[in-house]
């Protein structure tokens, strides 16, 4: 009987470790739909841009307040999970502040652990104000409504609920020390709890106590498990992938944007004088899919992209310095991968019920997600790409619906179609002779 | 145009068994815009006054294909880059200069996957490199004390990460430089880009080009420096629209180095 709690920690730990595991398969399943592309060379600079971008935020402190705040979260979460391997181990074998025995660096672990809490605490209060008192701007865009917009407070509330646990069994700890009550050893250093939550359990019994603490104990880690198994659901996904989407980003310059191989064939062909337009199709390439140009939905794009769309954490960043989108535009580049990401997952759950196999459902993400109006406003000017902080492309993803519409629909505007002809019939975007190209020497 | 331009062409100049130190890539605009044509002359007037050894394609020149393939015509621009290719690659040419962001990104990045592999600069890169070789020197004060604000094009600025050429050559004149709130990797577009020049916006509250030429006119400038056709027209339609002519003259950094 003594071994129920200790089972049912083990039970709890492996229904939480095992049920995200099973969706991490599943959000690499869904990666994996997307092209290949080769992102493997210079491994180096991948590294250093992953530790300057991911782990050092340089990105994020290019707006101090938000890029501040946002550090003192993130290091708090980092450091105060070291706390989450002694819960385990408690959990798992029944014992009490296991690394108690490191005496006076276990007290500085404690303490700083509690001093964390205390900045996470504030800085997400700052936060709740910022998007629900304050209503910055880019949280209230026409695509932060329903699940993201409570997405983006239900996070925040679950990181003070954590808070407020942890620092909670820690302030029943050190009242039950104080009572030297048995088995809570003498040990850590409460510089927060001791006064922000012990008074509200001053003069209270040993045995009220020990269930204070040792609910606390178990409703953070269960709440710990719970959060974990949330990500997949959330744009708070991007704490675990924006480490692999900083590692995988374009390492060419911004405006560089790829050849489609599949066009060089089709050129080459056109160029080449000894091809015979009348030989023989050869049966092997007959066989093989032809190639689709562009982008009309989430197969065509490649798995970057899609990475990309499970990284975002809608921000907004990108939004808000979107030229298009500051001059009264429907394009929002949040909102290209927010679409990406939903039509993906659409896919996905369309895999899941059809053992496997995409079963079409007469949707695409050209469309039905994304209009042709936003893909038309782009500018191509990449500050989207520039802001943001764990470098997402949503240029690329437009760029490619953009290639579909124009190569396969033939649905480019009349104006560009106008352009596009000039260009093909005299070398310029206006209808001028080729052959007047030198005449500006002389005007 | 009063002073009489050297402009070499490069058919002459193989004939001739020269090789240019460097090919200027006029691109469409600079061939055909007038207001563009205008900074074509400038920047010829620039490296005839530098004695520098260049040459045009001229009528062999073709449109990049940046245009199309932004648009999403990948294949266009593919034949459009397999031709200048062909084209380049028979004069061996080495080191291209172009006026153009577009087409220096297009012609810099996107070629060499298609076996056009050349140095490519832009001008305001080339003028800074005169400038600090000593080939071209600033003397007249044409412009020292005036306010200028600079307005980074995206092909240049975030596309290729260059924001100092253009700001070297415009400390060269003396100006009293200005930056404006948004400037260099957060800029805002002019509005061109993307194929946006050869279509009307798509519906919205108002036009980039206003929005940009309003963060311009907070700075309260003389002049606004470009170092793009299309940002210039965009920024000289949005400063007619604040009704504006009169005081705040749009240059291209070429004309402005040319006049000094």
Redesign the interface.
Known sequence: MQYIPNILFLLLLVGGVGYFTMNIRKLIRNINLGLDVDRKDQKNIRFKNMAKIALGQTKMVRRPIAGFLHIIVYVGFLIINIEVLEIIIDGLFGTHRIFAPLGKAYNVLIGSFEILALLVLVAIIAFWIRRNVIKIKRFFSAEMTGWPKSDGNNILYFEIVLMLLFLTMNAADYKLQLLEAAHYVKAGAFPVSSWMIAPFIDGLSESALIVIERSAWWLHIAGILVFLNYLYFSKHLHILLAFPNTYFAKL??????T??EA??K??KL??DPDADPYATPDPVAETEEVAK??ASDVMDLNWIQLMNAYTCTECGRCTS?C??N??????SPRKIMMDTRDRLEEVGKNIDANNGEFKDDGKQLLGDYITT?EL????????C???CPVSIDPLSII?E???????EESA??T??N???SN??NN????P?N?????????? | MSEELKVPIMADCFAADKQPEILFWVGSAGSFDDRAKKISRAFVKILNKANVDFAVLGTEESCTGDIAKRAGNEFLFQMQAVTNIEVLNAYGVKRIVTCDPHSFNCLKNEYPGLGGSYEVLHHTQFIDELIKSGRLKIEADTYKGKRITFHDPCYLGRSNNEYDAPRNVLASTKANIIEMKRNKQTALCCGAGGAQMFKEPEKGAMDINVLRTEDALETKPHIIATGCPYCNTMLTDGIKNKEKEAEVSVLDIAELIANS
Do not use: H
Not at chain 1, 252 to 257: D, E, H, I, K, M
Not at chain 1, 326 to 331: A, C, P, Q, S
Not at chain 1, 434 to 443: A, G, H, I, S
């Open positions: 060419t310059p911004n405006g560089q944007f050849n489609s066009v060089t089709e050129v056109m160029m140009f562009g310095e030229p298009a500051l001059t009264g535009k429907k394009l109006e038309w406003a782009c500018t191509t000017c990449n500050a790409v520039e802001t760029n619906m953009r290639r579909y519409l124009v190569m480019a505007p104006e560009l106008n352009m596009m260009i093909e070398g310029a975007p206006w001028y080729q052959m007047d190209r030198l005449n500006w020497v002389n005007e």
